[in-house]
Structure formats: structure tokens, C-alpha cells
């Protein structure tokens, strides 16, 4: 398996740069992993393809306003992209700027001063702030959009899915920008029930794996819960034969970083525990970081069915569905979709695996 092998041509006509409205008229292709068979709806005709007792998954992440611009004491501009928060004035970041070395010092207009404490990898610095930044979000803070999107977002809330909650991803769950309250209420009514997970969305998403073998990729550490109310749900749907849907990739990371916790807590025999039977395979809460790294071999524990964007080329994303339905056929229906017109990435149409 090499990296190439998940690799295609997008030209840029094609990356969505604006959401289309309402939200749930975005287009839908289904994907049939059993055949192959490829179906062509609108996103709010999705609960046609789920039934009374299916548990649709969401991630309630809520992307906060990460991007924040100072300026070093010595002058010159800096950007900061908050990541992951350490303790109450240390944050995890990804700068832009010349000249950012442990002690540079750094003023954040119309918020606290800020020092580069640490150096990590690449352009990703340790800023440590004289107070908690988060109360000066609303006037410091902007939205971080991906770096393929050009055009303003004039709401910002459209880079919110409707039931965002937990302030503190970089990015936003974007298979779920999708759902209307209206749609989730529809669902509900269909009797398919809806559970909640939560995994702040780093810079992984965005970042492309350049190493010629996939297996020697380094994916960056994610911070997810599932909550017990959420593992009491799944481990229902389970028993009674019905199925799961993940509504998102990181929705699919969360489920199976809390199956595979507890497998390895049950004691489970690796071989065995990737065998175990449908009625076995439950799940309890999971809190803490995740590194998981899905790659086409691995066996999903918990996942049935997984609603999800177009992802870019030679990405860990590309590569996690690829691993769900397999490379060649998730490859040939990108094709598909390219010629049919789809929209891809953050702000594109959706496709759905069953």
C-alpha cells in the first residue's frame, strides 16, 4: 500500500467554495458497498435510506474562532491558529510569521500578550497567553476556514453544524453541515434514533500525507468523549440487530477509539476481538485523546454505515472511507461524482456508504 494509491485529480472548479441553502439541498450519492450500485438523491431524502431503530451518530463538536492575529513587540504581523488548548493560558498553535523563536513576544490587538514558550514541528509553536484568551474571542477571534476556500463566509455560523455544542474544534464537522432541525425532527419521527459524540477536530484534517507509505504517517492526537448515555444507545441498537450510521469521519474515529478501548480493558484477544460477533460488540464511555489511524485492513467494530463529505487526495480521511468500502471503489465513485457534477470538500454535496 503506498500513499499514491489514494491519489486522483480534482481541478478546482470542482471545490465547493460557498454552502448551498437550505442546508439539506445539497446533493446526496449512495453508495452500496455490497455492489457497488450508485444512486443519485437530496440530502433530506437520507432517512430513506435508514429504518425504525437505526442510531444515526453526530459529532457536537462546536468550531471556535481560532485564528487570531498579533504582532510581534519587535513589529512585524503574526497569525496564530489555535489547535489544542494545554492548561488555562497555553494553547497549541499553528503560526504564520518570520522570526517566531522560543521568547519572541507577541501582542494580540485588543487582547493579552503572548509569548512562544515551545517549538514543534514544522510552523507549530506552544503560545503561552498572560490570561485565558477565550473571553476575548468575540472581538480577536475569526472563524478558521480551510485553506481551499477563498470566498468570505458572510455567516459563520454556516461552518456550524445546527447542533454544535462543544466549543473547541479548528475545524468543523462537515458532513454534518448538512442536517436541518427540521430534518433531525423528521428522522425522529421515522423512529431513528440520534446520539451525540464529541471529537474536537485538529490540524489533521487538513494536512495531506506526504510520506510514500501511509502506514509511516504520524496523525496528530484528537481529544473525544462518548458519554455513557450515548454507549447505553449503540449497545441497543446492537442487540436488537439494528444498525449504526456515523454521521461524519470523526464521528466514525470517536466510535471505534471507544470499541477498541474496550476491547483492549476487556482483554480481549486481538484476533479474536476483531472477529467478535454482532451481539458482543458493545462499547462503553470513552473520554480522553485518540490517535487512531484508519487504513484499509482495518476491521470497524462498531460502524454500519457512514455519512460523509469528499475528501481531498492522498488524505487520512480519503484513506478511512477507502478503508470502510474499499480503495477502488470509493476511487471509481469520486470519478462519479466528477462527472455527475458533485461538490467537494467542506462546503460540498455528501455521499452516504450502506
Not at 47 to 68: F, S
Request: proline letters at 6%; charged letters at 25%; a neutral charge.
Amino acid at each position: 500500500m503506498k500513499t499514491s494509491d489514494f491519489d486522483y485529480d480534482l481541478p478546482t472548479s470542482f471545490i465547493a467554495q460557498t454552502p448551498v441553502e437550505p442546508r439539506d439541498s445539497s446533493r446526496l450519492l449512495i453508495l452500496h458497498r455490497d455492489t457497488g450500485d450508485i444512486e443519485h438523491c437530496i440530502f433530506r431524502q437520507v432517512g430513506d435510506y435508514m429504518h425504525e431503530g437505526d442510531l444515526l451518530v453526530l459529532n457536537k463538536t462546536r468550531v471556535i474562532p481560532a485564528r487570531i492575529f498579533a504582532r510581534k513587540v519587535t513589529g512585524g504581523r503574526v497569525e496564530l491558529l489555535l489547535l489544542r488548548r494545554g492548561d488555562v493560558q497555553t494553547w497549541e498553535c499553528l503560526v504564520g510569521g518570520k522570526g517566531l523563536r522560543v521568547g519572541t513576544k507577541l501582542i494580540v490587538e485588543d487582547g493579552p500578550k503572548a509569548e512562544i514558550v515551545e517549538i514543534s514541528e514544522g510552523s507549530q509553536r506552544v503560545v503561552k497567553f498572560s490570561e485565558p484568551i477565550e473571553p476575548f474571542f468575540p472581538h480577536v477571534g475569526n472563524v478558521p476556514l480551510p485553506p481551499y476556500i477563498h470566498e468570505k463566509l458572510n455567516d459563520p455560523e454556516r461552518y456550524q453544524t445546527v447542533y454544535a455544542s462543544e466549543p473547541g474544534s479548528a475545524a468543523a464537522p462537515t458532513a454534518g453541515l448538512h442536517f436541518t432541525q427540521r430534518l433531525l425532527k423528521e428522522l425522529q419521527e421515522r423512529g431513528i434514533k440520534i446520539a451525540y459524540v464529541t471529537l474536537h477536530v485538529g490540524l489533521d484534517t487538513f494536512a495531506p500525507v506526504t510520506e510514500k507509505d501511509p502506514g509511516e504517517h504520524k496523525i496528530h492526537t484528537e481529544w473525544c468523549e462518548l458519554d455513557q448515555e450515548t454507549a447505553d444507545k449503540i449497545n441497543q441498537t446492537r442487540t436488537a440487530g439494528r444498525k449504526v450510521i456515523a454521521a461524519g469521519t470523526t464521528s466514525v474515529r470517536t466510535l471505534e477509539s471507544a470499541a477498541q478501548t474496550r476491547q483492549q480493558e476487556s482483554g480481549i484477544d486481538q484476533d479474536r476481538g476483531n472477529q467478535l460477533k454482532r451481539k458482543d460488540s458493545l462499547i462503553s464511555s470513552f473520554r480522553g485523546p485518540t490517535s487512531l489511524f484508519i487504513l484499509p485492513g482495518y476491521p470497524f467494530k462498531v460502524v454500519d454505515n457512514m455519512l460523509t463529505n469528499f475528501h481531498l487526495p492522498k488524505s487520512t480521511l480519503l484513506m478511512l472511507v477507502s478503508a470502510f468500502v474499499g480503495r477502488e471503489r470509493i476511487l471509481q465513485a469520486y470519478e462519479i461524482a466528477k462527472r455527475e457534477g458533485y461538490r467537494f470538500y467542506s462546503f460540498g454535496d455528501a455521499m452516504l456508504i450502506v
